[in-house]
């Protein structure tokens, strides 16, 4: 069980016997203490409290309410998951709400009732704690349910959500999208969600093999099974045991080894090339296609007992096309990430790099965006990737016809984010407001779009 930490209050109050008997209210807290901004700034440098009790009236404006709205936005700055309750006096009212305006949680109107005020404090720290576990539960494998999977698109989450509950079951997997999609990535996801994720994670591209050695290399084989035979080799099935064993490309796989895979699925035991011993294997199998399987199998080029074997559950992955917010989403983390491997001064990608990355179809679709960001990144002149670092031109040759619906909502909305941000001087709480919009909505929206406030 994880341990049960002591939340941190924040007392900002200048008023140091009223200060103390708020302390003695909160004794199921840890009590922070500050009577000014400067004072607040120095403890925030330290802590991260849940919950800020802040009175509007702060020196050298006791009086007035510039002090203590700057003192809300200095705390913003330094801890915005902080819940701030904003304390003001009868003729402060109109301040009280713009403060509420600028992203504090609520404020209260003094004098101060004990029990009031706790439960208000108490409302806070409720919030503060059910947002964490949120932030916890979304960024324990990069924001989706799935470790290495970046995805803010509706429809990618309920696949990762289908992975995540495969994972731990013992059924074959086949993974169904066009080449470049990510396949891969997700049976490795499956695979380390899986009871068997201590295991080895072996892949065969099946496609990729020469006819002549898939079935040596599916199984083994002993020395001296064939010309070149030197020694004794261990096949990928039996490399897999105990683990996972994920076939890329299976339709492409000839059919007298399909005949061989199916009789080790329904066996559970491999004979190497060349030898008689019978070898039992324990391996889940995930496999891999962007090919229309049941059409291979109305031309017999693919087995249909094979078929049920290895797709007891079936996923279907959407090209990048389908899923433009992941394409920003994406874009952004290679765009940091490549930098940093090839030690370049890249921050960002620019308003008209996302456009263009919007705009184009990716036929290729995640591995292409791979290269075309790594290629970008390498060459780009400034600390921004501009739109023809990308080289995919203006965006109309990129596309068939103009843009979809999707496409141009998408871009719309970045377009209002980033005009917001850039009003409000970077500040979330005003570029919420000027947007009429919560500030959980506009972190979510800004990570949709790969906008780093």
């Known amino acids: 069980m994880a341990e049960q930490r002591t939340p941190k209050l924040l007392l900002v109050e200048d008023d140091l016997g009223l200060q103390r008997q708020l302390a003695w209210a909160f004794d199921d807290f840890e009590v922070?203490?500050?009577?000014?901004?400067?004072?607040?700034?120095?403890?925030?440098?330290?802590?991260?409290?849940?919950?800020?009790?802040?009175?509007?009236?702060?020196?050298?404006?006791?009086?007035?309410?510039?002090?203590?709205?700057a003192t809300l936005q200095a705390i913003?700055?330094?801890?915005?998951?902080?819940?701030?309750?904003?304390?003001?006096?009868?003729?402060?009212?109109?301040f009280a709400l713009k403060a509420v305006a600028l992203g504090a949680y609520d404020f209260y109107?003094?004098?101060?009732?004990?029990?009031?005020?706790?439960?208000?404090?108490?409302?806070?720290?409720?919030?503060?704690?059910?947002?964490?576990?949120?932030?916890?539960?979304?960024?324990?494998?990069?924001?989706?349910?799935?470790?290495?999977?970046?995805?803010?698109?509706?429809?990618?989450?309920?696949?990762c959500r289908d992975i995540a509950a495969l994972a731990t079951t013992p059924v074959s997997v086949l993974l169904v999208g066009e080449s470049g999609t990510g396949k891969e990535l997700l049976a490795r996801a499956l695979h380390e969600l899986s009871p068997r994720a201590k295991g080895p994670f072996v892949a065969v591209n099946c496609a990729a093999i020469p006819e002549t050695l898939l079935e040596s290399e599916f199984f083994g084989?002993?020395?001296?099974?064939?010309?070149?035979?030197?020694?004794?080799?261990?096949?990928?099935?039996?490399?897999?045991?105990?683990?996972?064993?994920?076939?890329?490309?299976?339709?492409?796989?000839?059919?007298?080894?399909?005949?061989?895979?199916?009789?080790?699925?329904?066996?559970?035991?491999?004979?190497?090339?060349?030898?008689?011993?019978?070898?039992?294997?324990?391996?889940?199998?995930?496999?891999?296609?962007?090919?229309?399987?049941?059409?291979?199998?109305?031309?017999?080029?693919?087995?249909?007992?094979?078929?049920?074997?290895?797709?007891?559950?079936?996923?279907?992955?959407?090209p990048l096309r389908e899923r433009l917010e992941d394409a920003a989403l994406i874009a952004n983390k290679l765009a940091r990430g490549y930098a940093r491997e090839l030690g370049r001064p890249i921050r960002a990608l620019s308003a008209g790099a996302l456009a263009a990355i919007l705009a184009h179809s990716w036929p290729g679709n995640v591995r292409e965006l791979q290269n075309c960001i790594k290629r970008a990144v390498a060459s780009a002149s400034g600390p921004a990737i501009s739109a023809q670092d990308l080289r995919l031109g203006n965006g109309q040759d990129s596309v068939d016809g103009p843009l979809t619906l999707k496409q141009a909502r998408f871009m719309a909305e970045s377009k209002a984010l980033r005009q917001a941000l850039a009003v409000a001087d970077g500040n979330i709480s005003e570029a919420a407001r000027v947007l009429d919009t919560s500030r959980p909505t506009l972190y979510h929206l800004l990570k949709q779009h790969a906008i780093e406030p």
């Open 76 to 94: 913003l700055r330094h801890s915005p998951e902080s819940k701030v309750v904003m304390m003001s006096g009868q003729t402060e009212r109109e």
């Open 32 to 69: 922070l203490r500050a009577k000014d901004r400067a004072s607040t700034e120095q403890v925030l440098e330290r802590e991260r409290p849940s919950v800020v009790l802040l009175d509007l009236g702060l020196p050298p404006d006791e009086d007035g309410p510039s002090e203590g709205l």
């Open 221 to 318: 084989h002993e020395k001296g099974a064939f010309t070149g035979a030197i020694k004794t080799t261990t096949g990928k099935v039996e490399l897999a045991n105990k683990g996972t064993l994920f076939l890329d490309e299976i339709g492409d796989m000839p059919p007298p080894l399909q005949a061989k895979l199916l009789r080790f699925l329904q066996e559970r035991t491999i004979e190497r090339v060349g030898g008689h011993k019978q070898i039992r294997v324990d391996i889940r199998i995930v496999s891999a296609t962007n090919q229309d399987l049941s059409a291979l199998i109305q031309k017999g080029s693919f087995r249909q007992d094979l078929y049920y074997r290895v797709s007891e559950g079936v996923v279907e992955i959407p």
């Open 109 to 159: 109107q003094k004098p101060i009732c004990m029990d009031e005020i706790r439960l208000i404090v108490g409302r806070a720290q409720r919030l503060y704690e059910l947002e964490q576990e949120n932030r916890r539960l979304a960024e324990r494998h990069g924001g989706t349910a799935l470790p290495g999977v970046l995805t803010s698109n509706p429809a990618m989450l309920e696949i």
